[in-house]
């Protein structure tokens, strides 16, 4: 019998920003979605903002120019969205 080791390697291979949802591709194929609501200055920003993302962080995090937008992949995973301003 013999077993395989899955190659985890949770650095950002690609981002989508739909209408509703912000889906982060990582290298070993798993797939992170979020509800874009979580991200108010993504879900705000226009198309071309949020297409424009670089990797961060050695790819453990995405950073939009644009917005000044900036998530990290541990966040993702853990199901945190972008801190409010407390009133």
Known sequence: MSISAVAVDPRVADVEVTEKTLVVTLRDGRQISAP???????????????????????????????IDEDLSVDGLLQG??????RS
């Open 36 to 66: 874009l609501s979580w991200f108010p200055r993504l879900a705000q920003a226009d198309a071309r903002a949020k297409a424009e993302w670089e990797l961060a962080a050695a790819g453990h995090g995405i950073h939009w120019p644009l």
């Open 80 to 85: 945190s969205s972008t801190p409010r301003p």
